[in-house]
């Protein structure tokens, strides 16, 4: 069974400081790992997907990478702003019965301003 | 991207009435969707599977006559919660697969409120 886990579960950096975010999985079978953004009592905003055979994805202050052989990605973003506050959840596809996510506990980011 | 919609936002319905919510792809096609749950402080946890013109399926421990999917439509899938409960008070988020690289799109939430 698929296990996901986000390290850690909080974090507080003053505002320009870079965040590093981790998410390990136990299955390293992955079809793709997806990163998500989530304000309290609101849905899930994409970020970044990364396919299986993808080391790394970036878009603006984000970059994502992924190790499947360690079962391990990293979310990075740099100088982080107080308007990046939020939980962020990896989740992992096995790519199994249509797509079924498996996701972590979130990590809860306040940046200080 | 792909848009997802819920309605509705949020509900307080009293125990052992029924409630549904609906899960909508506005501009594209879904014959699978997805319905989790959230509680408090924690991450999601899949129900269920909606698929279109077949039955849903359920992960280990759901009850499938308490939580009624029916996906009806290519772009509806509705999630009936029957005698609901106190228990049942969360956050039900509904997703979706969109575009070519899988990936999943989800909707607002709706917050169930049971008295």
């Known amino acids: 069974k698929q296990e996901v886990t986000q390290i850690p579960a909080a974090l507080s950096v003053p505002e320009g400081e870079n965040l590093v975010l981790n998410c390990s999985f136990t299955?390293?079978?992955?079809?793709?790992l997806q990163w998500f953004r989530q304000d309290p009592g609101k849905g899930l905003t994409s970020l970044l997907l990364?396919?299986?055979?993808?080391r790394e994805q970036t878009s603006g202050r984000l970059n994502a990478s992924l190790d499947k052989s360690s079962g391990r990605s990293t979310l990075y973003i740099a100088a982080s702003q107080p308007g990046d506050s939020a939980t962020y959840l990896c989740?992992?596809?096995?790519?199994?019965?249509?797509?079924?996510?498996?996701f972590g506990g979130g990590t809860r980011v306040l940046v200080k301003p | 991207g792909a848009v997802v919609s819920q309605h509705p936002s949020r509900v307080i319905c009293k125990s052992g009435t029924s409630v549904k919510i609906e899960c909508r792809s506005l501009?594209?096609?879904?014959?699978?969707m997805f319905w989790y749950r959230q509680f408090p402080k924690q991450s999601l946890m899949l129900m269920a599977t909606?698929?279109?013109?077949?039955?849903?399926?359920?992960e280990q421990g759901v009850e499938k006559d308490k939580f009624l999917i029916n996906h009806a439509s290519l772009t509806l899938s509705t999630l009936t919660v029957t005698s609901a409960h106190p228990e049942d008070s969360s956050f039900y988020i509904c997703?979706?697969?969109?575009?070519?690289?899988?990936?999943?799109?989800f909707g607002p939430g709706t917050r169930l409120t049971v008295t």
């Open positions: 990364i396919q299986s055979s993808q």
């Open positions: 909606s698929n279109e013109g077949s039955k849903a399926t359920y």
């Open positions: 997703s979706a697969p969109g575009g070519g690289v899988d990936e999943q799109y």
């Open positions: 989740a992992v596809n096995l790519g199994a019965a249509g797509n079924k996510l498996t």
């Open positions: 501009d594209f096609q879904a014959t699978t």
């Open positions: 299955d390293s079978a992955i079809y793709n």
